[in-house]
């Protein structure tokens, strides 16, 4: 996701879209590729928030803040996108792994086939 409005006093402030708009598929990757890299490398079980903010002329981008938690505007991206959190850590604690759990937009994918945790900010 990402926001519409480059400024701000707080974020939670911010229009918010998912998916993301203004964003190349090669700057959408490399952003979610630096995020799984991040949370590997800090060690995070669960959700995480990163936010970044990328240069519109280059790829030059910088992480303004990671928090092992998620913020307001990622629950609701997760729904938009399909993969709503409360539903999946309410299955997840009843025991069903993620493979058995349906993308509710596509009826097809599963959060442990695409790696749908990993959410850009």
């Known amino acids: 996701m990402e926001n519409v409005d480059p400024l701000g ?15 190349s598929n090669r700057e959408y990757n490399m952003l979610r590729t630096t995020a799984i890299k991040v949370i590997r490398h800090i060690g995070v079980v669960g959700e995480c928030n990163i936010q970044y903010a ?6 030059e981008f ?6 092992a938690r998620l913020s307001r505007s990622s629950a609701l991206a997760s729904k938009a996108t399909g993969y709503p959190l ?12 993620l ?22 900010s």
Do not use: C, D, F
């Open 62 to 67: 910088y992480i303004i803040e990671v928090n």
């Open 86 to 97: 409360a539903y999946i850590a309410a299955k997840l604690s009843l025991g069903l792994p």
């Open 9 to 23: 006093i707080h974020t939670g402030e911010s229009i918010v879209v998912a998916p993301s708009q203004t964003l």
């Open 99 to 120: 493979p058995l759990l349906k993308n509710s937009v596509t009826s097809v994918t599963t959060p442990a086939s695409n790696r749908a945790w990993i959410t850009v």
């Open 54 to 59: 990328l240069s519109p002329e280059s790829e």
